[in-house]
């Protein structure tokens, strides 16, 4: 899990490079009604972005290797870099469908993306288990697998609509008001990946410089841990996805009191599903625990076990985070996202090596800091969404105050005349 985890990071920087702001910004658009044709101008742009990635994530695999100290992760590295462009062409086609409030291809593509990924990894990691890097590098393989068998089934369901599309083809949107929106959405995803790859070589260092098991115990955090508590953040995944559509319609039109509505239930229901969740994981976390990773020793449940605990309330504050991004986003505010997102990558990665450095908390840690950096991501979010609906209130009424002086000006010039 250690070695998988250290290659991850910088797969996904490439892959929100070329993909992560593509669904949510096609969907405002498309939403809009101001993007028609945007998916296929999309698929050029970041279809060439994606080989970029592809070929870059393939040149960076040996010196990756080299700065992180662990001769597996070039073949790894070569292993997953395809899927980078893939994962372009899949994301243009749910963020086509997003904006026309259809969420069955992202949903069923997600699935099965999942099901090849675990099926085919287990297999290929069990049939080359005698071979540590081998069995990795087959487990990263089946992720390429999925993204190519769930870009195949997108795009077969993105051209059987052409039965329904009207005799006339629409004018494609521009490249500006594509980038105007997926380039923010990507600086604000990729801040994430970043401070991954950042911290997942300043912790093993650190830890390792400290006498300690560094990729194990980086394996327990980002591996087993994060996965567990992504685990209730992934079911309000579908809410933020969800809230575009119905947001970005109202904010068009200058309804900034329905779309704030909209944000604040999309927040609320959020909430209401990551509080509980929350709570499960920090009470039943020894369970959770002996379920999912069984095959872990003792004395690494017991600090999976701590870590699990310290992190249960990143259930919460991610959640959270995940929503308000996609609310700001639907508000015409992406920039702010994007602000909010590297304000706490930076704090992460800085807490993270300060608390390891200067403490005895260990992995522990960056378990902090990750709680510390949501947290303030959170506090960020929700006050530039309050803050949007003032700013507007204020621009309202300078506008209907610089009316009233042209009227009363206009006035004047009548009656002199």
């Given amino acids: 899990m250690g ?126 288990r005698a071979n540590l890097p081998l069995a990795v590098a087959s487990t990263l393989f089946a992720v390429t697998v999925s993204e190519i068998i769930a870009t195949a089934v997108a795009l077969f369901w993105y051209f059987k609509r052409r039965s329904k599309l009207p005799l006339y083809r629409t004018p494609a949107a521009p490249y500006s008001s594509i980038v105007k929106f997926t380039v923010p959405l990507t600086l604000s995803a990729i801040a994430l990946p970043a401070s991954q790859l950042l911290e997942s070589i300043a912790a093993v260092r650190l830890l390792r410089a400290a006498g300690e098991s560094a990729t194990s115990l980086y394996g327990i955090f980002s591996g087993c841990a994060i996965t567990i508590i992504n685990l209730p953040v992934s079911v309000t995944y579908g809410l933020a996805a969800a809230s575009v559509p119905q947001i970005s319609p109202l904010a068009e039109k200058g309804d900034i009191e329905g779309a704030k509505k909209k944000a604040f239930k999309a927040l609320l229901i959020t909430f209401a599903i990551s509080a509980p969740a929350a709570v499960a994981l920090f009470a039943f976390a020894p369970l959770a625990v002996r379920l999912i990773f069984s095959s872990l020793g ?120």
């Fill in 3 to 128: 070695i998988y985890q250290m290659v991850y990071p910088l797969y996904c920087i490439l892959l929100t490079v070329s993909a992560s702001g593509i669904p949510t910004g096609i969907a405002r658009l498309i939403s809009s009604g101001n993007g028609a044709g945007a998916e296929r101008r999309a698929f050029y742009l970041y279809g060439t972005v994606g080989i970029i990635g592809t070929i870059f994530m393939f040149m960076f695999a040996a010196p990756l290797a080299s700065i992180q100290s662990e001769p597996a992760i070039r073949f790894c590295c070569i292993m997953l870099c395809p899927s980078v462009f893939f994962v372009s062409l899949l994301s243009v086609v749910r963020g086509y469908f997003q904006g026309k409030g259809n969420m069955y291809p992202t949903a069923i593509t997600e699935v099965l993306e999942q099901v090849v990924k675990v099926a085919l990894g287990c297999v290929l990691s069990y049939v080359f």
């Fill in 298 to 417: 003792g004395t690494e449940k017991t600090v999976l076990i701590e870590l699990v605990r310290i992190m249960a309330v990143n259930a919460v504050t991610l959640s959270l985070v995940q929503t308000s991004s996609a609310c700001l986003t639907s508000l015409g505010s992406p920039i702010k996202s994007t602000v909010t997102q590297w304000t706490s990558a930076i704090l992460r990665v800085a807490l993270t090596a300060v608390l390891i450095k200067f403490t005895n908390l260990s992995i522990s840690g960056a378990a902090i800091s990750a709680n510390c950096s949501y947290l303030v991501a959170v506090l960020i979010n929700f006050w530039y969404i309050i803050r949007y609906k003032k700013e507007n209130s204020q621009k309202g009424e300078r506008n209907e105050d610089n009316a009233d002086r042209i009227g009363y000006a206009l006035g004047r010039l009548n009656q002199k005349s």
